[in-house]
Nanobody
Framework: QVQLMESGGGLVQAGGSLRVSCAAS????????MGWYRQAPGKQRELVAV???????NSADSVKDRFTISRDNAKNTVYLQMSSLKPEDTAVYYC???????????????WGQGTQVTVSS
């Protein structure tokens, strides 16, 4: 079993910055992809940004110039640095990881519990 522990959400004014982190622990052989999704009230969960084990990234157009995703493979941790935050960034942010584990080795998708990010205008 793998656990994802998120931290760093909170309340920030528009134009401000915030960093969220997510650490994976448990039965991990390798983590291929880590990243962040978000879900605003009344909306579907959407991709924010993901990063591969080699550092390649993919992010939503709405955050490309404002959010930066990074990861520390040694710590199984992914970070999302958010800058120039807007009220429309308000959502619950969920950590995601594609983990290789078990015997035989298999791929599993894991999600964190979510952390609230609220941007006030």
């Amino acid at each position: 079993q793998v656990q994802l522990m998120e931290s760093g959400g909170g309340l920030v004014q528009a134009g401000g910055s915030l960093r969220v982190s997510c650490a994976a622990s448990g039965n991990i052989y390798r983590i291929n992809v880590m990243g962040w999704y978000r879900q605003a009230p009344g909306k579907q969960r959407e991709l924010v940004a993901v990063i591969g084990s080699g550092g390649s990234t993919n992010s939503a157009d709405s955050v490309k110039d404002r959010f930066t995703i990074s990861r520390d493979n040694a710590k199984n941790t992914v970070y999302l640095q958010m800058s120039s935050l807007k009220p429309e960034d308000t959502a619950v942010y969920y950590c995601y990881a594609e983990v290789v584990s078990g015997r035989p080795l298999s791929h599993y998708d894991y999600w964190g519990q979510g952390t609230q990010v609220t941007v006030s205008s």
